[in-house]
T-cell receptor
Framework: GESVGLHLPTLSVQEGDNSIINCAYS??????FIWYKQESGKGPQFIID?????DKRQGQRVTVLLNKTVKHLSLQIAATQPGDSAVYFC??????????????FGKGTLLTVNP | DTAVSQTPKYLVTQMGNDKSIKCEQN?????MYWYKQDSKKFLKIMFS???????INETVPNRFSPKSPDKAHLNLHINSLELGDSAVYFC?????????FGPGTRLTVT
Protein backbone atom coordinates (compact mmCIF):
# COMPACT_ATOMS: atom_id res chain seq x y z
CA GLY A 1 0.00 0.00 0.00
CA GLU A 2 0.95 3.66 0.01
CA SER A 3 2.44 3.45 3.49
CA VAL A 4 5.18 1.03 2.41
CA GLY A 5 8.56 2.67 2.69
CA LEU A 6 7.17 5.87 4.17
CA HIS A 7 8.70 5.28 7.62
CA LEU A 8 6.15 7.57 9.21
CA PRO A 9 5.33 7.20 12.89
CA THR A 10 2.30 4.96 12.97
CA LEU A 11 -0.62 4.48 15.31
CA SER A 12 -2.91 1.52 15.01
CA VAL A 13 -6.17 1.49 16.97
CA GLN A 14 -9.37 -0.52 17.14
CA GLU A 15 -12.57 1.00 15.86
CA GLY A 16 -14.36 2.73 18.72
CA ASP A 17 -11.22 3.40 20.73
CA ASN A 18 -9.88 6.88 21.36
CA SER A 19 -6.75 7.95 19.47
CA ILE A 20 -4.06 10.35 20.58
CA ILE A 21 -1.60 11.72 18.05
CA ASN A 22 1.33 13.71 19.37
CA CYS A 23 3.47 16.41 17.88
CA ALA A 24 6.50 18.29 19.14
CA TYR A 25 6.96 21.71 17.63
CA SER A 26 10.19 23.54 17.32
CA UNK A 27 9.71 27.27 17.71
CA UNK A 28 8.70 28.83 21.02
CA UNK A 29 7.54 31.92 19.09
CA UNK A 30 4.92 29.91 17.20
CA UNK A 31 1.53 31.34 18.02
CA UNK A 32 -0.93 29.33 15.96
CA PHE A 33 -1.21 25.60 15.39
CA ILE A 34 -3.28 23.49 13.05
CA TRP A 35 -3.99 19.80 12.66
CA TYR A 36 -4.55 18.44 9.17
CA LYS A 37 -5.79 15.07 7.94
CA GLN A 38 -4.53 13.73 4.63
CA GLU A 39 -6.23 10.76 3.05
CA SER A 40 -4.56 8.79 0.31
CA GLY A 41 -4.50 10.71 -2.97
CA LYS A 42 -6.01 13.88 -1.49
CA GLY A 43 -4.84 17.21 -0.19
CA PRO A 44 -4.45 17.99 3.52
CA GLN A 45 -7.81 18.75 5.09
CA PHE A 46 -8.18 21.20 7.98
CA ILE A 47 -9.37 19.52 11.19
CA ILE A 48 -8.92 21.97 14.04
CA ASP A 49 -6.72 24.87 15.07
CA UNK A 50 -5.62 26.49 18.31
CA UNK A 51 -3.94 29.76 19.17
CA UNK A 52 -1.17 30.05 21.70
CA UNK A 53 -3.36 31.87 24.23
CA UNK A 54 -5.36 28.66 24.69
CA ASP A 55 -4.38 25.23 25.94
CA LYS A 56 -7.39 23.23 24.80
CA ARG A 57 -9.93 23.41 22.04
CA GLN A 58 -12.68 20.98 21.16
CA GLY A 59 -14.38 20.20 17.91
CA GLN A 60 -16.65 17.43 16.79
CA ARG A 61 -15.02 14.22 18.12
CA VAL A 62 -11.63 15.96 18.17
CA THR A 63 -9.73 17.84 20.87
CA VAL A 64 -6.45 19.64 20.51
CA LEU A 65 -4.23 20.19 23.54
CA LEU A 66 -1.35 22.64 23.58
CA ASN A 67 1.45 22.58 26.14
CA LYS A 68 3.67 25.58 25.46
CA THR A 69 6.03 24.74 28.30
CA VAL A 70 7.28 21.63 26.56
CA LYS A 71 6.28 22.70 23.02
CA HIS A 72 3.90 19.82 22.59
CA LEU A 73 0.65 19.52 20.70
CA SER A 74 -1.73 16.59 20.66
CA LEU A 75 -4.83 15.60 18.75
CA GLN A 76 -7.37 13.39 20.43
CA ILE A 77 -9.96 11.62 18.33
CA ALA A 78 -12.89 10.13 20.21
CA ALA A 79 -14.55 6.89 19.09
CA THR A 80 -12.18 6.43 16.16
CA GLN A 81 -13.82 5.22 12.97
CA PRO A 82 -12.36 3.51 9.87
CA GLY A 83 -12.88 6.77 7.98
CA ASP A 84 -10.37 8.41 10.32
CA SER A 85 -7.56 6.32 8.80
CA ALA A 86 -5.17 8.82 7.24
CA VAL A 87 -1.90 10.67 7.78
CA TYR A 88 -2.23 13.44 10.36
CA PHE A 89 0.01 16.49 10.31
CA CYS A 90 0.52 19.18 12.87
CA UNK A 91 1.60 22.58 11.61
CA UNK A 92 2.97 25.56 13.49
CA UNK A 93 2.87 29.15 12.40
CA UNK A 94 4.74 32.30 13.20
CA UNK A 95 2.88 35.39 12.10
CA UNK A 96 5.36 37.40 10.09
CA UNK A 97 3.18 40.43 9.81
CA UNK A 98 -0.41 41.14 8.86
CA UNK A 99 -1.90 38.07 7.28
CA UNK A 100 1.43 36.50 6.33
CA UNK A 101 1.10 33.03 7.81
CA UNK A 102 3.98 30.66 7.15
CA UNK A 103 3.23 27.12 8.25
CA UNK A 104 5.90 24.59 9.10
CA PHE A 105 4.59 21.04 8.96
CA GLY A 106 5.58 18.13 11.13
CA LYS A 107 6.48 14.74 9.69
CA GLY A 108 3.03 13.25 9.91
CA THR A 109 1.59 10.25 11.74
CA LEU A 110 -0.15 7.42 9.94
CA LEU A 111 -3.32 6.41 11.79
CA THR A 112 -4.76 3.01 10.94
CA VAL A 113 -8.15 2.05 12.34
CA ASN A 114 -8.88 -1.65 12.51
CA PRO A 115 -12.52 -2.69 12.22
CA ASP B 1 -18.25 23.75 -5.45
CA THR B 2 -14.54 23.00 -5.11
CA ALA B 3 -12.89 25.64 -2.91
CA VAL B 4 -9.30 25.22 -4.14
CA SER B 5 -8.83 23.51 -7.47
CA GLN B 6 -5.70 22.54 -9.39
CA THR B 7 -5.04 21.34 -12.90
CA PRO B 8 -3.82 18.95 -14.02
CA LYS B 9 -4.16 16.25 -11.37
CA TYR B 10 -1.42 14.16 -12.96
CA LEU B 11 1.49 15.34 -15.06
CA VAL B 12 4.06 13.00 -16.61
CA THR B 13 6.85 14.58 -18.58
CA GLN B 14 10.46 14.15 -19.58
CA MET B 15 13.52 15.80 -18.14
CA GLY B 16 14.28 19.17 -19.66
CA ASN B 17 10.69 20.03 -20.50
CA ASP B 18 8.80 23.08 -19.21
CA LYS B 19 5.41 22.63 -17.59
CA SER B 20 2.78 24.65 -15.71
CA ILE B 21 0.32 23.85 -12.96
CA LYS B 22 -2.71 26.05 -12.40
CA CYS B 23 -4.55 26.83 -9.19
CA GLU B 24 -7.77 28.67 -8.51
CA GLN B 25 -9.60 29.40 -5.26
CA ASN B 26 -13.18 30.61 -4.91
CA UNK B 27 -12.98 31.34 -1.18
CA UNK B 28 -12.22 35.03 -1.58
CA UNK B 29 -8.92 34.58 0.28
CA UNK B 30 -6.11 37.09 -0.11
CA UNK B 31 -3.21 34.68 0.30
CA MET B 32 -2.25 31.69 -1.81
CA TYR B 33 0.59 29.19 -1.51
CA TRP B 34 2.47 26.44 -3.30
CA TYR B 35 3.75 23.45 -1.35
CA LYS B 36 5.82 20.46 -2.42
CA GLN B 37 5.21 17.04 -0.85
CA ASP B 38 7.96 14.49 -1.35
CA SER B 39 7.78 10.71 -1.40
CA LYS B 40 8.11 10.61 2.39
CA LYS B 41 5.02 12.82 2.73
CA PHE B 42 7.06 15.78 3.95
CA LEU B 43 5.23 19.02 3.12
CA LYS B 44 7.31 22.12 2.49
CA ILE B 45 6.23 25.59 1.52
CA MET B 46 7.66 26.95 -1.70
CA PHE B 47 5.93 30.27 -2.32
CA SER B 48 3.27 32.52 -0.89
CA UNK B 49 1.43 35.39 -2.56
CA UNK B 50 -0.74 37.96 -0.83
CA UNK B 51 -3.04 39.87 -3.13
CA UNK B 52 -0.85 39.10 -6.16
CA UNK B 53 2.35 40.09 -4.37
CA UNK B 54 5.11 37.55 -3.60
CA UNK B 55 5.71 37.44 0.16
CA ILE B 56 7.43 34.09 0.74
CA ASN B 57 10.04 32.48 -1.49
CA GLU B 58 11.64 29.53 0.24
CA THR B 59 15.00 28.87 -1.39
CA VAL B 60 13.39 27.36 -4.43
CA PRO B 61 15.48 27.01 -7.63
CA ASN B 62 14.74 29.82 -10.04
CA ARG B 63 13.51 27.21 -12.53
CA PHE B 64 10.28 27.54 -10.53
CA SER B 65 8.36 30.71 -11.26
CA PRO B 66 4.99 31.42 -9.66
CA LYS B 67 2.60 33.87 -11.26
CA SER B 68 -0.52 35.38 -9.78
CA PRO B 69 -2.68 37.11 -12.40
CA ASP B 70 -5.27 37.96 -9.74
CA LYS B 71 -5.80 37.04 -6.13
CA ALA B 72 -7.94 34.02 -7.01
CA HIS B 73 -5.26 32.40 -9.16
CA LEU B 74 -1.70 31.26 -8.52
CA ASN B 75 0.07 29.31 -11.23
CA LEU B 76 3.41 27.54 -11.05
CA HIS B 77 5.68 27.29 -14.05
CA ILE B 78 8.65 24.96 -13.97
CA ASN B 79 11.47 25.20 -16.52
CA SER B 80 13.99 22.50 -17.42
CA LEU B 81 12.36 19.82 -15.31
CA GLU B 82 14.66 17.49 -13.38
CA LEU B 83 14.11 14.03 -11.91
CA GLY B 84 14.16 15.53 -8.40
CA ASP B 85 11.16 17.69 -9.22
CA SER B 86 8.97 14.59 -9.11
CA ALA B 87 6.58 15.14 -6.21
CA VAL B 88 3.03 16.14 -5.41
CA TYR B 89 2.48 19.89 -5.58
CA PHE B 90 -0.29 21.43 -3.52
CA CYS B 91 -1.84 24.83 -3.82
CA UNK B 92 -3.47 26.36 -0.75
CA UNK B 93 -5.22 29.56 0.22
CA UNK B 94 -5.91 31.33 3.49
CA UNK B 95 -7.34 34.45 5.03
CA UNK B 96 -5.37 35.20 8.20
CA UNK B 97 -5.62 31.69 9.54
CA UNK B 98 -5.97 28.10 8.46
CA UNK B 99 -4.81 27.21 4.99
CA UNK B 100 -7.11 25.23 2.72
CA PHE B 101 -5.47 22.88 0.27
CA GLY B 102 -6.24 21.81 -3.24
CA PRO B 103 -6.29 18.15 -4.33
CA GLY B 104 -2.68 18.19 -5.51
CA THR B 105 -0.86 17.66 -8.81
CA ARG B 106 1.31 14.58 -9.02
CA LEU B 107 4.29 15.45 -11.20
CA THR B 108 6.42 12.61 -12.52
CA VAL B 109 9.59 13.46 -14.41
CA THR B 110 11.11 10.62 -16.43
Amino acid sequence: GESVGLHLPTLSVQEGDNSIINCAYSNSASDYFIWYKQESGKGPQFIIDIRSNMDKRQGQRVTVLLNKTVKHLSLQIAATQPGDSAVYFCAENIVSGGSNYKLTFGKGTLLTVNP
Amino acid sequence: DTAVSQTPKYLVTQMGNDKSIKCEQNLGHDTMYWYKQDSKKFLKIMFSYNNKELIINETVPNRFSPKSPDKAHLNLHINSLELGDSAVYFCASSQAGAQYFGPGTRLTVT
